[in-house]
């Protein structure tokens, strides 16, 4: 690259911002994390090393075995020279008959962020008022300010959990739409049956309530999680509950989202805008086959719902060691009704994860104010989980040796 190369890059880069929307341009970043090769790359470690992966919230485990058939006879079918069915007609048979809707009330996206995009794109202007919690799934927050609408973010409970009394009042106030994620990305909360009858009572009929619902399979082993389908029967006011193929069914690579809505007039007023072929020919095949076999989803979720209690117990039990100046004093760990826990480490996040990283286990440390000490990890399988758990306390105690006098020494645990 000459300098005169870099001074038209500089004037096109200074051209292209002043061309931008004002929205566009103020975006944070989508913090979606590095890929495993590039960890490998950066970080020199050899291929024998496995890679604990637990920064997506993927399923460590895969889809059903009839979505590997499927996508080879798919690919030997010569079906790929065609475009996409438009309307995913036999994926929505499949779920309308399952969830008991009509096939008109469903909409299908390239992954359920898709829909997180057409809903702000469909539904909001500048000026326009949305309320979602704070710590954010990010998407909840960029793609409403790119449409010009603000954002208001309702703070957790001391306990790390939902502050139910915040969010009816909030609610009531009548925002244009709401994001209620149910459980919560990234802290794991979740509204119970009670609360969510709450929220629905307090939230006027001309609000847009879209019920995030994408670790559903997950929360619904909880006690007390609402199936928010039969309570949202009683609302006069729009919704969309928002479910996706890429956590409990193991598709997240193949970005298969859907939603359910209030009524088939949000559905043709939703595919106006739309994308026409938004959902590819495999993703709408693989989604099928794995829709179809519901036990081995189940059996996935079942595992990782186990995982998750042994990893929380494990990490609750360094913390309870914590003495003040232990260096797992300062750790907490949110309840999790998903397949990943939140935790608040006690200080700075984001050099834990790096050197994390470095041990070949990627997580994902919080970068909003007010969360830099927190980091979300995924459950993965039982050896991920228990790399994660070693490196941590590597990590810590030999961060806690290098900046505290020597005399606390090395955390003594199992
Ligand atoms: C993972 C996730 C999604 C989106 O997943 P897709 O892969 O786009 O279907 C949406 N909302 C929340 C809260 C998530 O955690």
Known sequence: ??????????????????????????????????APAVVRQRY????????????????PFGASPAVARVLAELALSGELSRYPDARCTALRAAIAAGLSVAPERLVFGNGSEDLLKLLCEVFLQPGDRVLTQRPAFGLH??????????????????????????????????????????????????????????????????????????????A????????????LHARSGPW???????????????????????????VALLDKVRSPFNVNHAAQSAALAAWNDPAHMQANVARTVRLREALAARLRALAQLGQPGHPFAGLRIAPSAANFLFLDL?????????????????????????????LRVSIGSEDDNLRFVQALMQVITQALDATVEPTHGHAQVA
Request: aromatic letters at 8%; hydrophobic letters at 45%; charged letters at 20%.
């Open 44 to 59: 020199h470690l050899p291929p024998e090393q496995p890679l604990a992966c637990l920064a997506s919230n993927e399923n």
């Open 1 to 34: 690259m000459n300098s005169s190369f870099n001074a038209s890059t500089q004037a096109s880069s200074e051209l292209l911002m002043s061309l931008a929307r004002p929205q566009a341009r103020g975006l944070p970043d989508y913090n979606a994390g590095l």
């Open 220 to 231: 619904r082993l909880k006690p007390g999680y609402p199936e928010v389908l039969e309570l």
């Open 240 to 266: 969309i509950v928002l479910r996706t193929f890429s956590k409990a069914w193991g598709l997240a690579g193949l970005r298969v989202g859907y939603g359910v809505a209030s009524d088939a007039a949000m």
């Open 141 to 218: 927050e960029i793609y409403p300010r790119l449409m010009g609408a603000e954002v208001e973010l309702l703070d957790l409970t001391e306990a790390m959990t939902f502050d139910v009394e915040a969010w009816c009042t909030a609610l009531a106030r009548g925002p244009k739409l709401a994001f209620v994620p149910n459980p919560s990305n990234p802290v794991g909360c979740a509204f119970d049956r009670a609360a969510m009858t709450r929220l629905l009572a307090a939230t006027p009929a001309h609000t847009l309530l879209v019920l995030d619902e994408a670790y559903y399979e997950y």
């Open 346 to 374: 006690g200080q700075p996040s984001a050099p834990v994860a790096e050197a994390l990283l470095a041990r070949g286990v990627i997580v994902k440390p919080w970068k909003e104010p007010g969360f830099t000490h927190c």
